[in-house]
């Protein structure tokens, strides 16, 4: 019956399997089975969706299965994205229809539910049942029910069917998503408004009836809902001229406006410095020739970067290619919108996780629509289906939110770069303290290294001052959180009418409650981390699962009910503020204090107005932000992030430093920082205080070296996840063996390899399950990913019988 095709489809299939699979495609559909369409294929026995990659000419098509259907009326992506997905797919050892998946917009993946409706035998049968009996509700229920998804369990259903009394069917279900879809209204075609008048020697009925005519002949095509609106008998009106056959009414899909709030816009500068004029000749070039190229763009905080972005971005648009502009965070990308929309107008969609479903959508078939050029929005912009992508921006690239910490586990700003590659455009990573990884790719020539080394109008890097908060032996430890020096900094700042950032990297009140007697802090019973005090809600809670309880609870070690408090967050930072200073204005931005859907834009909105004088919070307000009158930035523990167990804990601390540093001093009046810590003398602190990226780098890179860490090698970590503690460590042993095993067997190149652990997590226990890790290094990214391809498919042994999860992270950042 397919025979005779002459060609077939590859299909990324929604399922968790490796590869892609072909199907022949049955005359019907032959027009509308397009690449970037999601079809229905039949996959084991099942109905599943999939995605169409590729129509592959010339195959006989002999011994394949046919598509059942087309979902889409049109494609969700278009043909260059595929090859990308191929790479993710490929180097994240994730299965592709489900890379594809997780990019889409939510809401567009179908669920089938199944009904059923009762044969002849099937009434005859409901007849003769008992009354009451469960077999003659189910039967009553289903006949009572037409059309609706059947209850499970399903089990007596299926015996229902198997003797004849009914038939089970499958349907597909839209989960909410997709266009929103309105009633329009416009003048019929060739209708003239004066003729219709005249016709009616001017006379009409209703008082606003020649305003309502008015109304719509001027738009061209109205919502009949906002007619309705305008006019209190709007609805009438409009049947009325529909039945006159001067107006019609027709369905059309409607953009819902996810813009939101927008921070004022900056005004356009008259003319660009000479250093963002260098810059952007040389990016202007990269444009012009087409081809693919990276740059890396290191420009000290306040350079100018955002005009170079946009100088790029206008190219870009010129030579009739679109844009992505990324930034780390959400509240960033709100920020960036604000500068970019009111230059470039409507053919800008946001796109980020904040967005409902629909909205999602909407930007989505914009862009595959081709109706947009700049794309600006958080990590999951990178997939954005610009049909003719020329141009790909990664700001603050250094900032580990580029990285995804959940399946498929991909580094957006890694990622772009390959992305850029495959579509021949050029990509921008922009940071002023550039990851030690793009900075080495940048002196070794693989990116071509732009630099900014000039605040605008040369305005000096503010000065930082370092306060010493180690004791002497013996002496009792401080409980300050403030110290003199910042108290009186702050005064000073106040006074003067200016504005205060400070910075503290840890959210909730208290930091721990400890035992009196026996010294230990209290625990989440499901994940091996101290509880954290809050005190809006007067509870400690856990920061890995929402884990809370009340304060009164017991020291889970010993039972003692008497508890210390130690330590401090960012709650408790704000409280101590508002004591010292009762008259200043104070917010607070955190992941608690900005909950809500758009109260983190609110409150830059009011930080960036001066309705506020301190603004307290987390590496949420490190970013790129430029606020002019902030002349005092306070860091309360610089240690905090030294303490991570991680080999970038030492760029991590001087990238926070650095970045919170420079929000300082950005307008007119100098500058200052006080940066409180406990080690002044680590060098990443060092290097932070003097603005020395460079000797940071150096430092860093040597450091790096001597541990064969990345830039020097490829890692993976594989984390395994059971509910016993023995069956997961045991699993992790296995593995590892049958790790070892594969490399013995490669004897020349195995060496390029090394495997380190199985040693438990450092959360031992997350949300409940028990974790071990092994983390692999190596010299070549290409031996790494055929390693770990092996050990994706013959893992089964080590983890199934044990009902243990295995989890691959390719680069991983954090490995908790
Ligand atoms: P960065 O992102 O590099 O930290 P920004 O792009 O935020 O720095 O620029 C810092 C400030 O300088 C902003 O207030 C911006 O409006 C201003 N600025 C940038 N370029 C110019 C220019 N050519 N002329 C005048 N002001 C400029
Ligand atoms: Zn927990």
């Given at each position: 019956m397919s025979g005779d095709n002459s060609y077939c489809l590859r299909i990324a299939v929604n399922v968790p399997v490796a590869g892609t699979f072909s199907y022949t495609v049955p005359e019907g559909l032959v027009s509308r089975a397009n690449v970037g369409c999601r079809v229905l294929v039949p996959f084991k026995n099942r109905k599943v969706a999939g995605y169409v990659l590729e129509r592959i000419g010339g195959g006989n098509g002999k011994g394949l299965k046919e598509i059942w259907d087309v979902i889409d009326p049109e494609p969700l992506f278009p043909k260059p994205l595929v090859p990308f997905f191929e790479w993710m797919a490929d180097y994240y050892i994730h299965p592709i229809g489900q890379v594809i998946q997780s990019v889409l917009p939510g809401g567009l993946s179908i669920k089938s539910y199944k009904i059923a409706h009762l044969t002849k035998e099937g009434l005859r049968a409901l007849k003769g049942l008992q009354p009451n009996s469960e077999e003659k509700k189910i039967l009553s229920w289903v006949r009572d029910n037409p059309g609706k998804g059947?209850?499970?369990?399903?089990?007596?259903?299926?015996?229902?069917?198997?003797?004849?009394?009914?038939?089970?069917?499958?349907?597909?279900?839209?989960?909410?998503?997709?266009?929103?879809?309105?009633?329009?209204?416009?003048?019929?075609?060739?209708?003239?408004?004066?003729?219709?008048?005249?016709?009616?020697?001017?006379?009409?009925?209703?008082?606003?009836?020649?305003?309502?005519?008015?109304?719509?002949?001027?738009?061209?095509?109205i919502l009949s809902s906002k007619l309705a609106s305008m006019f209190t008998n709007g609805s009438y009106l409009v049947d009325k001229w529909i039945r006159k056959g001067v107006l019609e009414a027709y369905r059309g899909t409607v953009y819902r406006n996810p813009a939101g709030e927008i921070m004022s816009p900056s005004p356009l500068p008259p003319k660009l410095y000479k250093q963002q004029e260098l810059v952007s000749n040389r990016i202007t070039t990269f444009i012009d020739k087409g081809s693919f190229s990276a740059c890396l763009l290191y420009g000290v905080t306040g350079s100018g970067k955002t005009e170079v972005y946009y100088q790029a971005v206008k190219q870009t648009i010129k030579v009739g290619r679109?844009?992505?502009?990324?930034?780390?965070?959400?509240?960033?990308?709100?920020?960036?919108?604000?500068?970019?929309?009111?230059?470039?107008g409507d053919r800008i969609a946001v796109y980020h996780s904040g967005l409902s479903h629909g909205e999602r959508y909407d930007q989505w078939m914009r862009m595959v629509r081709g109706e947009v050029d700049l794309v600006i929005g958080a990590r999951s912009a990178l997939f954005s289906p610009l049909p003719e992508l020329g141009l790909i921006i990664v700001d603050e690239e250094h900032d580990s939110a580029y990285k995804q910490d959940r399946s498929p586990r991909y580094n957006a700003r890694d990622a772009a770069v390959m992305r850029a590659r495959m579509e021949k455009a050029l990509v921008i990573l922009g940071s002023g303290t550039p990851s030690v990884q793009s900075y080495q790719n940048g002196i070794s020539g693989k990116y071509h290294l732009l630099s900014m080394p000039e605040r605008i109008e040369k305005r000096p890097l503010p000065e930082v001052e370092i306060v010493d908060m180690k004791v002497a032996e013996g002496e009792r430890p401080k409980s300050e959180m403030i110290s003199p020096r910042l108290k009186e900094a702050l005064e000073q700042n106040l006074t003067n009418g200016n504005q205060c950032m400070l910075f503290l990297n840890r959210r909730g009140f208290y930091r721990v409650y400890l035992c009196r007697s026996c010294g230990k802090p209290i625990r989440c019973p499901n994940c091996d981390v101290a509880l954290i005090y809050h005190r809006e809600e007067n509870r400690l809670s856990c920061h890995y699962c929402g884990y809370y309880s009340e304060t009164s609870i017991k020291c889970g070690s010993c039972g003692n009910e008497r508890l210390r408090a130690y330590g401090f967050g960012t709650e408790k930072l704000e409280h101590e503020l508002k004591e010292l200073f009762p008259k200043a204005r104070i917010a607070r931005m955190d992941a608690d204090s900005t909950r809500r859907k758009?109260?983190?834009?609110?409150?830059?909105?009011?930080?960036?107005?001066?309705?506020?004088?301190?603004?307290?919070?987390?590496?949420?307000?490190?970013?790129?932000?430029?606020?002019?009158?902030?002349?005092?930035?306070?860091?309360?523990?610089?240690?905090?992030?030294?303490?991570?167990?991680?080999?970038?804990?030492?760029?991590?601390?001087?990238?926070?430093?650095?970045?919170?540093?420079?929000?300082?001093?950005?307008?007119?009046?100098?500058?200052?920082?006080?940066?409180q810590t406990f080690d002044p003398g680590h060098y990443a602190i060092r290097a932070a205080t003097s603005h020395d990226y460079q000797s940071f780098f150096q430092q860093e890179r040597q450091l790096r070296d001597q541990l064969n860490y990345p830039p020097f090698s490829h890692l993976a970590c594989l984390t395994l996840k059971g509910n016993s503690r023995e069956e997961t460590e045991k699993a992790a042993r296995q593995l590892n063996q049958a790790i070892r095993g594969t490399l013995k067997r490669w004897p020349k190149r195995g060496k390029e390899i090394q495997v380190l652990g199985p040693a438990e997590a450092s959360i031992p226990r997350l949300k409940g399950k028990y974790r071990w890790q092994i983390l692999i290094k190596s010299k070549s990214a290409s031996l790494m990913g055929h390693l770990l391809k092996r050990v994706e498919q013959g893992k089964g042994k080590a983890i199934q019988p044990a009902g243990v999860a295995l989890i691959l992270d390719i680069d991983p950042y954090l490995m908790t």
């Open positions: 059947l209850p499970s369990p399903l089990q007596k259903i299926y015996g229902f069917q198997k003797r004849g009394w009914l038939v089970v069917e499958e349907r597909l279900k839209r989960r909410h998503g997709g266009p929103l879809i309105k009633k329009f209204v416009r003048p019929r075609n060739g209708i003239d408004l004066g003729i219709v008048l005249s016709k009616r020697g001017g006379v009409l009925k209703a008082r606003n009836e020649l305003q309502f005519l008015e109304t719509v002949f001027r738009s061209g095509d679109q844009a992505i502009l990324m930034a780390p965070e959400i509240s960033l990308a709100i920020y960036l919108e604000g500068i970019f929309r009111p230059r470039l758009g109260e983190a834009i609110r409150i830059l909105k009011k930080f960036g107005e001066q309705a506020l004088d301190i603004l307290v919070g987390t590496q949420m307000i490190t970013k790129g932000y430029d606020f002019p009158n902030v002349t005092l930035v306070g860091v309360i523990a610089a240690d905090f992030s030294l303490g991570f167990p991680d080999f970038r804990a030492g760029e991590r601390t001087f990238q926070l430093l650095s970045q919170v540093s420079g929000r300082a001093g950005r307008g007119e009046q100098k500058g200052n920082v006080i940066i």
